[in-house]
């Protein structure tokens, strides 16, 4: 049974108009979809008066947005927030080729200041988030906050995972990632390692990264090969996630382009490539017990509380 977010549907269905290409070198271009996934856009504090006409209203961490699906070729905004359903996947693109890929029943908004020189934002309420982010481009600085920890990306392929049970958990495939618990010392989660963030923690147990982790990563992030229409479109920005995914292997694991050759040739696909890295480090990898995480459907806990309600509430009339 998926749990379904309480919006306010107006009188008007919301237009389902794309999001206007911006020159914003923040702005990411969703560049494929599997299953459901919604985008909240236009945040504001107070309710909008013409909101019935405005079509579906959601209230999100204290802001109001307009909500609609998700659609291939839209542009994620400054401010916007990003949405999957149960089972629902997304890979977002930016111009120089950093990508996020979306697991399910994920929720976070990305934010940045206008003058350009302060890192962005991405606030992820609940779920999985894998990204490959170029140590050189301008997410080169790029801060993650979840409740438990403030993470700062500094070029790398990492995982992050917040299911809303006071724990995030940071991998890191290539590269690093600065962990900040909401009360202890910064660490550094490197390349082939994880972290895991308890609520309160002053210390945080570092481990390698083992087969369970892998796994998760791999699920959260595969996404089927598009059809051959979709790739034509988004084409540029598919070779620009490639050359910026090649150019991290060659930087932090020049070794395991040995074992890629489709790299050296030049066949190998971005979805390809992203999974074969995972698969690789799972041959060597430890195995560790591995910690149930409920489903969507398993969020309320014997008092009745909703977990995953209490990010997203209906607002104004039923």
Do not use: C
Request: proline share 5%.
């Amino acid at each position: 049974m998926e749990l379904t977010l309480r919006v306010l549907v107006a009188l008007v269905v919301f237009g389902t108009s794309s999001i206007g290409f911006a020159a914003d070198s923040q702005v990411a271009t969703v560049s494929q979809i599997e299953g459901r996934a919604q985008i909240f856009t236009h945040p504001s504090k107070t309710l909008p008066p013409s909101a019935e006409q405005e079509g579906v209203i959601a209230l999100f961490e204290g802001e109001y947005y307009r909500v609609r699906d998700l659609k291939i070729s839209d542009r994620i905004e400054n401010g916007n927030v990003l949405r999957t359903f149960p089972g629902g996947k997304v890979k977002v693109i930016y111009d120089n080729g950093d990508q996020i890929y979306v697991g399910p029943g994920t929720s976070y908004r990305i934010s940045w200041k206008q003058d350009r020189k302060s890192a962005p934002e991405i606030r992820l309420a609940y779920g999985k988030l894998r990204g490959v982010i170029s140590r050189e481009g301008p997410r080169k600085k790029v801060i993650i906050r979840t409740r438990t920890a403030v993470m700062g990306v500094r070029g790398t392929d990492f995982f992050i995972a917040d299911e809303g049970l006071g724990e995030t958990s940071v991998s890191v495939l290539r590269g690093a990632v600065e962990v900040a618990p909401a009360r202890g010392k910064t660490l550094v989660v490197e390349t082939g390692m994880t972290a895991e963030v308890a609520q309160k923690a002053v210390e945080v147990p570092l481990r390698k990264i083992s087969r369970e982790d892998l796994g998760e990563i791999r699920v959260a992030s595969a996404l089927p090969v598009r059809k051959e229409s979709e790739q034509a479109v988004l084409k540029k920005l598919e070779q620009k996630a490639l050359e910026v995914t090649l150019k991290d292997i060659k930087t932090y694991q020049p070794e395991l382009l040995k074992e890629l050759p489709q790299a050296a040739s030049g066949e190998v696909v971005l979805p390809d490539l992203n999974s074969k890295v995972v698969d690789i480090a799972a041959i060597s990898a430890p195995s560790v017990p591995k910690k149930k995480r409920p489903g969507l459907e398993e969020l309320k806990s014997p008092d009745g509380i909703d977990y995953y309600e209490k990010y997203f509430k209906g607002s104004g009339k039923n």
